[in-house]
């Protein structure tokens, strides 16, 4: 079956880099396109980045562009998401999700799988 597993969160002072992994299993990443998404206590589950299957293609939201990095390691089956020059308003559980369709979409009602989420805290 679909299963999807985080790794990568923790704590990093304002200005500081993760990389985020997606390990998954029951599909291959040139089926199925990865998005990441972040929650924040209080607030909904946005959208922040997409992999598409086909080709790798990146899709960024707009607040994250130019500090994100989305990738991908095919042999490996796991999306990666680095994250730079982190801000406070960054903090939130991140999650990785995939969907039965090969386009990228960064709602999250387009996916139909998830995975458990990492933590990530920025504080000095």
């Known amino acids: 079956q679909v299963q999807l597993v985080e790794s990568g969160g923790g704590l990093v002072q304002p200005g500081g880099s993760l990389r985020l992994s997606c390990a998954a299993s029951g599909f291959t990443l040139d089926s199925y396109p990865i998005g990441w998404f972040r929650q924040a206590p209080g607030k909904e589950r946005e959208g922040v980045s997409c992999?598409?299957?086909?080709?790798?293609?990146?899709y960024y939201a707009d607040s994250v562009k130019g500090r994100f990095t989305i990738s991908r390691d095919v042999a490996k089956n796991t999306a990666y998401l680095q994250i730079n020059s982190l801000k406070p308003e960054d903090a939130a559980i991140y999650y990785c999700?995939?969907?039965?369709?090969?386009?990228?979409?960064?709602?999250?009602?387009?996916?139909?799988?998830w995975g458990q989420g990492t933590q990530v805290t920025v504080s000095s």
């Open positions: 992999i598409s299957a086909r080709d790798g293609s990146p």
């Open positions: 999700a995939t969907r039965r369709s090969r386009g990228c979409r960064l709602g999250p009602s387009h996916y139909d799988y």
